[in-house]
């Protein structure tokens, strides 16, 4: 005896790739299908459409099989509601939870699609009947929704420490959509679509370019710029440049580690004279002295704005940071020294300080660091632009992998890659310096 | 004034991902399509069909188009004879000519689709209007054709330096079509579709016996088995386990460099007693001395062949490989000491004899030697299955990118994957010795 | 008008490298040296000495050389007694404060030299002129206190976060001397002395028999082993050889984070049956699903030990650390899922958990991770034998380069070390079974 | 019954690290020593002499230690002239050949130190009596005699594959005298001495002005600069910035392969136009088909020289180095398309013109090609400068273990370094372009 369903998709399903995913799935799960419908779009602008049916031979194996259908944007022909079941536990899902993916979701709650807001992945479903008018949660409730949510029910997504005894979290997949980020109609220059591949090939210098056209569009047009920062930018010396494009308005939020803070605050305060430039690169380990006496001065100071404020820190991206107001974050980790007083120790605290951070962000710039760029991708969703650079091609490769369907990775020296990005960025910036002012002043 | 021409698809051009990157062309060089006809296969054994016309605004921007629907498999509509103009002198080709891909290719000459033979990338595509009766290469020539080929007009790959004047050359692409890969009905275990990427998370030991069985099976149906080997072999200790699997018939063709061959020999003279192996371990330098003593020894003997005769040369790789009569191919290079007088130090004479290796080979296993899987690489048909073994992630990814439809990539450490391949394949032949012995005889 | 001191150097100076290294240090710093006395030993079982005048042209220079010889163990020729200053405030050290080397320190206070407990680098080092007999930490200073150290003044590091406002902090270095390791006076095997680099020359699997050698001589008579491992080596199907280890009792302490553990137990949970396994191959993105699910079901059983005393987990490293009462400690970063509740999220804690383990470990096998790793070598004194083991070649030398005097690096595939590694103690346990045994059952 | 010798070390034997590594030997060889003598120098510009006599338990473990203490500058006590043995038979060593290192050597022949010219490591020493005044390589023999060589005995290094029968060459070690390169009595800059480690620590930039720094002084003092370019330089936009080194002047010779070549010549060929630029980006595979043309265009042209000559070649690295008639070595290898008819494929041809290019360097610069790197780096003399450059920290490592004693390591990106590095060179020159221009001059 056979078991099948059927489903339908609908989109640019040829050449966004989903069709033939769909079908490798079937295949190579077992199964088999016949397809009903397909029309197909006749032109580059029409969409396709398909229904399909798929038969297994057992049940788990059509399981399996919908599974991936619908992680690829099939949707079953007659779709019930979203199933929901009372989380028993704060931090335990009911059995058979729904595992949101990274792309654009919609729940099907009481005969409407509801959108879900603050998309992200390997998290819970969670549908809210309505407003919960009188609860306790009612302020913080209303001030996450986001922009243009009517009233009525909601659903969002929530990270598995965040879910609460009582919560209606949808289980199973049936009354749930998803849309992959499909192709875009034209060619999206550096930003490969799904290449998810490191290209080699590229004259290095025409790629960093075409990242600064892209990076001062989405400022210029009042987008939310992210960078994502490792240590490494300091040593390599690229500091300075770094806080040329803060200081330039070019950068909105910046997450980093308690290590890339230190390194640039020592470098403010001890690297600027010839002797100890000299001295720093032929004995680095006599630099750490200076680091564990930076974060001492800083806890001194009170922090990082207040050594600002009391005329300690003159320079550098820390310093261009606060006296830009760009929304800084500083996760704290194992390997850290000090910390400094502004750095976030809390795992679970600093994730929902970056995840913040993440859902603002139009375009991100992930500069060697795996820990913090792993991080932040995991908190984003599929149709965030995100540009990747580190030395190490297992990196890149790696931070590629995880979604975005925009993304631009390049396997180069953090050294050279940001001093010549700040450049493109802000001789290009000339004509239109208005433009990035204006941008600036408002985020301030 | 637009410029447009009709093009047709026939296959499994939806899970293959032919469609996807036909559309994917259009829209990325500039050009729009209107879809005339689409069958869908509707079941997955069924092939599919479409027919489209693709529109440009010049006749420069619809010609790169044509050529990469071209190289997925895409034939005008109504086929014209391929065009074919006599190359101008030895070596050189005729402007426009037809540069082939690695994937099987028919030419279209008086009306009738004639397969191409020796097919390789990167070529030139000679067509032979009918068998060269009376000529100097008359010989040379029936020899060289493929089994199964009938009389009357061949067509055949030849790499530039291998064009003479008067070659009938195929130019343009009118007349010509390619048939790239298609994905297997089911799934390929370890040798995934056309993914050119390099899993990390597959667990190592179930990707290897998954190789292992591969092997074992093409040696016991009597297929051919090539083995592409780097000095990192010998270095990292696998020597020993390679040669048992030359000496149990799992072997058919190694393709090596003199590098290679001097380090299995001089471990084989001087790394029988604990004494050297401990000198070598620690002191690599001393051993230099045994590298260019061993290399004058085999000058002496005459030979690795002559050295087994003598009996200086009694066991490793290069030993058994003499003693089972495996194809081998040791090519120079620059940074060659000595070389071994078996060594081939001209690069185009060593680079015909891996071609002869390459297109006998059903799977072809490179290890730890980018070089020459790079010159192997080159020469094979994308239908031939492909494993390549590094431990630099960007020396697999490289090698996965170069063409096989159906490859594994792993990176991983040499001196502990050979070992434990030998051991999965020689312990999984315990029950068909037989066939192994019986395709061992064969070769021989 | 120069400046000058003398300073004097004792021990195996030559063949460890130091007098290399100062005279190096002197002329790269811009200074001259006049030896004023050198004995040297006259067989490789006496120790040298060495009286040297340092010269420089002003006192700033002559400063820093004289920080180099310090770290290098050279010592004023008649040192005064330490110079200690009072911490203005808590996690605020005084100007000029002493930041401590990796290596065996002593302080001179009160005539008297006292040996530095607790070493580990880049701390502040603490004078504690007599028992506090009264004060708050009495409990904790006395059951800090290393075996042996008799009563009186001590002395020991704390990292900057533990200075506590009023704690006596050594500064500038006079008064303080250190013992860089010196090279053993025969071979160290695999762990080459002060090497720092990564032999890939070596055969692979005779390192590894060397680590189980040495791994299995600590084990046997009572040395603490201890384990660090990041997420790859459950992916890359070692866990089983891990868990092996760890039942018979070659593991004293682990330290690994949320990552491992999570996959560890979603494996033990759902990684037994075939058809899982093979899921899981090919379609890694579903087995996140299992990941969140395997999260809450050890939050809902109220942690691992709870998880296991309930029958939910019965095998896998986690559980054999159960059961085995291994020294765990699962630290949290900003990438995890979850977490488990056995995970320290705050960062200082789980620092100060590691902190402990280190301190105890005798010797540290490094899987396959570069945080955890370098959190755990942050706090080791670079007397600890080391391994460490990653198929990213720039981790292991990063690893090698902070400071061990007896280190092992191998740039190598975890998912085939690790089986090889056990199968090697395993085997040679056989004849000493019972001393493995006894040694487990006392960390019992 | 023991065995012992005495030996002498003479030199800046302390800081090079000389007699750390001898009494390292000593010791992990198995052997003792006693010092007999030692008198340090006194001051940094002193040399410090050491007699000491090594003991081993027996005849092997003796021979092995003075193998060491050789290779590290150690002389008998009492030298005996060098032992000669005639070559049995062309490219045939006899046995217990001496192998040279590549460090400055000496031969006693008949009671005179004799220079050994052509150093180079793992040749042959050949020893001449007296020139071979009627010999058939008389003129040879002349012509190769390096400057200043008196009339009288000579002797150079010869590879195996040029050993004549008949030649004398030196056998044992006794009679020979070498000398590892020295500490330099300041510090080297970016050049350490013997370092082998590549600093992921030094500002990138800083690191390439250096660099230019030192290419400038070597140029304007006349010296030769040498280049090893793999096609990454070209692939990666670099290929403007090296020409433009060319054109001013700053090459000596180039040492390439045909992909090189093809690339750059490819460029300048078919890269100028804008819409050309964009479809190689996008489509590399299209590429090829303007590769292949680019050959067969330059075997029409009759060469690369006489396709500039005839005007089809422009621009671009290869023009330059035609018009600024630079020593262009293309070394053909096994992975070649073509190849070019400037290539020379016999590998021993190639080896031969390599080694005549690097005996005239005074500084090679190695950008991203580890085959042709380690192919100079085989042939250069310890004392010889060298950058090696590479985004692949392994191939960096390798090359800089094999041998200069002062050696810069970049891990970086070839398309920002190249460009950087012609900047820095270029603006630099402006106050001292006349010396430059002079030593263009002289050059041709």
Known sequence: MTHSRT???????????????????????????????????????????????????????????????????????????????????????????????????????????????????????????????????????????????ADGPRAYTKVLNAVEEGDLVATDQSGIRVRPPERPRSGGGAFGFMQGGVSAERPSESTIREVAEELREVSERGGNVMVVAGPAVIHSGAGDALADLVEAGYVDALSAGNGFATHDIERSLYGTSLGMDVETLEHPRKGHKHHIWTISEIIRAGGIAAAVDEGTLTEGVMYQCVENDVDTVLAGSIRDDGPLPDTITDAIEAQNAIREQAHEADIVIMLATLLHSVAVGNCLPSTTKTVCVDINPATVTQLLDRGSAQAVGMVTDIGTFVPTLAEYVLEGADDTESAACDDAAEDA
């Open 7 to 149: 489903v339908e998709l609908e989109g640019h399903i040829i050449d966004s790739g989903t069709l033939q995913r769909c079908f490798g799935a079937v295949m190579d799960l077992g199964g088999s299908f016949d397809v009903e419908q397909f029309d197909v779009g006749k032109h580059e602008t029409e969409v396709s459409y398909c229904r399909l049916t798929v038969t297994a031979d057992d049940a788990e194996t059509l399981r399996a099989i919908l599974h991936e259908l619908h992680q690829n944007g099939a949707v079953l022909e007659d779709p019930s509601d979203v199933e929901l079941v009372a989380a028993p536990a704060d931090r335990v899902v009911p059995p058979n939870f729904y595992s949101t993916t990274n792309h654009p979701t919609e729940v099907l709650y009481d005969g409407e699609w509801i959108e879900v807001e603050r998309i992200e992945m390997d998290c819970a479903l969670v549908v809210e009947p309505e407003p919960d008018a009188g609860g306790r949660d009612a302020d913080a409730s209303e001030e996450d929704r986001e922009d243009g949510a």
